[in-house]
């Protein structure tokens, strides 16, 4: 029997399962594919880490740990992880995203500056802001890569007596009547725990069907770009991570600087394309509608890119209708903690939801505010 068992070892699981390790935890962590895989959310190079967070001010104590605990990693483990390039997110000064980053920014003395545009395309030559736009070029901002991250954690896990499984497919879980252990069914056997950690990121509606989400699994596309002229000023040091407001279709368009040099391309995506998909059948090939989405917002954003795609990958968002994770115990099954929802955001803060998830597995509660997550919070709309 284990102590705890985490479903899931992409981002959210692996660290969870790092976390329960360190504590001293019996672990098993069950992934139904091969370690740092491409078919969930957790791949694709790079990922953005930023602190001045539009989306809400309660997500900076977390976004200060994940910091934190990032160089921590990379210490003991004597890599770099995160990549601090700076970050710039361009829109209208009334604009939810320049307006939320400054008040954010402001509220906890982040280190930042106010751009106007004429400043930013002086400091930043590939960017074309309109004359009305500003940015806010936040300092600490950069970027971290995913699959190293996954690795890392999945490795110290290991390390620390985790054992994993791959290639094993989770089919249902069970909590017994008492609430004393869970037992979860596999594609190859039974096994207890006294917890249960699920994490399986676009694959948790199907193991939390009882309680009836409302989650939409959605279909984003990641391209690399080879720049129309030099490659310059797409390196890091005169390229940041950024965000670029859309005044059109509220879908901003964000890319980072050639983190591979000429080679390897420039990583441009639109954030929040609302296709829906299920993992099942999600369409891995890109397709015209896909280019052309992209070449349009990259002609008036950022036109030195060109058009030439070196390369393009699918990937899952999981969305919940406000956006917010999903975090906390589960809301039947008190020996169950449940981590989804992350909306296309939530890479950043994966060391501390595994830290959370180890606080919630093993007291029961946390220090952090995570009344936003709350698993409860739909249950007035409908479900
Ligand atoms: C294109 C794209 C860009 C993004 N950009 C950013 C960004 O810039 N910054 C940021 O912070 N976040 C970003 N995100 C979001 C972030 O990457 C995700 O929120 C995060 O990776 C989710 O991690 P996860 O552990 O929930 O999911 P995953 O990493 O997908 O892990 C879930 C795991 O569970 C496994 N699993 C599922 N079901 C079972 C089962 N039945 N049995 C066994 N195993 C199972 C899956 O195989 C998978 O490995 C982006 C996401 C995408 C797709």
Redesign the pocket.
């Known amino acids: 029997m284990y102590d705890v068992i985490v ?8 660290a969870a399962a790092q976390h329960l390790a360190e504590r001293g935890r019996r672990v098993l962590g ?4 091969s370690p740092v ?1 491409e ?6 190079a ?4 930023r602190q001045s967070y539009w989306e809400d001010p309660a997500y900076v104590p977390l976004l200060l740990r994940s910091y934190e605990l990032w160089a921590t990693l990379e210490k003991k483990m004597s890599t770099t992880v995160l990549h601090t390039t700076g970050g710039l997110f361009v829109g209208a000064p009334d604009g939810e995203l320049v307006k939320g980053c400054l008040s954010t920014a402001l509220a906890y003395r982040l280190p930042h500056d106010l751009l106007d545009a004429d400043q930013i395309r002086n400091r930043f030559p590939c960017m074309t802001p309109q004359p009305n736009e500003v940015g806010v070029l936040e300092h600490r901002a950069g ?2 890569e ?1 699959e190293k991250c ?1 690795a890392l954690q999945l490795s110290e896990a290991a390390r620390l007596g985790a054992v994993l499984s791959f290639n ?4 249902e879980w069970h909590q017994s009547e008492k609430g004393s252990c869970v037992s979860v069914k ?1 594609d190859r056997a039974v096994y207890e725990a006294e917890r249960l950690v699920v ?6 509606p ?2 939390l069907a009882r309680l009836q989400l409302p989650l939409k699994v959605t279909r ?3 391209f690399w770009f080879e720049p129309a002229g030099s490659i310059n000023m797409f390196l890091p040091g005169r390229c940041p ?1 950024y965000v670029l407001e859309s005044k059109h279709d509220g879908q901003p368009l ?1 890319g980072f600087p050639a983190t591979e040099g000429a080679a390897g391309g420039v990583k441009v ?1 639109i ?1 929040g394309i609302p296709d829906a998909c299920t ?1 099942e059948t999600i369409n891995r090939e890109i397709s015209e509608n896909d280019l052309v989405r992209i070449q349009q917002k990259l002609s008036c954003s950022l036109p030195a890119l060109g058009s030439k795609v070196i390369k393009a990958k699918t ?4 969305m919940t209708p406000d956006e917010h994770f999903i975090l906390g115990l589960h809301p039947r099954f008190s020996s169950v903690v449940v ?2 929802g ?9 060391n501390v939801i595994g830290e959370i998830l180890a606080d919630l597995v093993i007291d029961g509660a946390t220090k952090y505010k995570i009344d936003l997550f709350s698993p409860n919070r739909f249950r007035d709309v409908g479900n």
């Open positions: 479903i899931g070892l992409g981002g959210m699981g692996s069950l992934e139904q594919f895989h078919l969930g959310s957790s791949h694709g790079t990922r953005i880490y970027y971290l995913p996954v094993e497919k989770v089919l596999t994490a399986s990121g676009a694959w948790i199907g193991l984003q596309v990641m991570v964000y995506a954030h993992p990937c899952m968002y999981t981590a989804g992350f909306s296309g955001h939530g890479f950043k803060f994966a």
